[in-house]
């Protein structure tokens, strides 16, 4: 097995000289405060590529930050983790959070927010961002929560096939990969995790984008590649660092059932 490697963010140009706000204070479960603002994805009653596919780009950001001083924008791929009536939880690459401050997010449809760095995780290489949700407008929103399904987390297995989604330099879910599951968790003291390897491709800025299953649920986070291999976080491990930074895990138990 190769070594996998943290996918850098991929070099832009240079941006505007906006200073960040500083951590988000967040007590309670976003999920469970519900609100009519925020849309959750559902997962598809049958396997089906294309669906499953329009599913996962509802829950894909481009994220952008400039590093302190130099002007210097660096971008890369979020996943719409949680949310209520009041803002969105986005998570992604530790990495690209700790190349600058006040990230620029651009979802899916174009809209493009400042959010908030709200923590990096201590260990795995993953962090988490704020967006006030009254930044979107209601009729503008294409975006979605990400859909989360245990049951069909636990039969993942190497026949399973899986859809790699990330961001290129101008687009947004635009990237796709599709692959099968090599291994389910093996720890790498690189990413200070136990973490999914996927036999497909991954290019610079895809980190921090969604693995998905064929029934549009988000099974992983993309951690980096090397060659033929891409290193992923775990559904389950995104909720561990999402406990770490709010206190928190989203429940994967009760997920929502969608069209198909």
Known sequence: MPVLLGAAAVLLAAGCGENGTGPAQIKKGLEDEGGERIVFAGSLEGENEEKARE???QSIVRLEVEVSGTGTVYFGSGILWDGNEEQLVIVTSGHLLKEGALPRVIFPGGKELSGETAGICAQKD???VTVPISLLEKEEQK???????QRIFDTLDQSSRLLVLGC???GIGDQLRTGTLKEKAWYREEFGADIMVLECESRPGMSGGGVFDCYGNLVGMVGGGSGSNTAAFSMETVNEGYEEIFGVKRNTEEYRPGAG
């Open 143 to 149: 975006a979605a929560v990400a859909s989360l399904h």
């Open 55 to 57: 599913i996962a780009e």
């Open 126 to 128: 993953m962090g988490f």
């Open 168 to 170: 290129s330099e101008n």
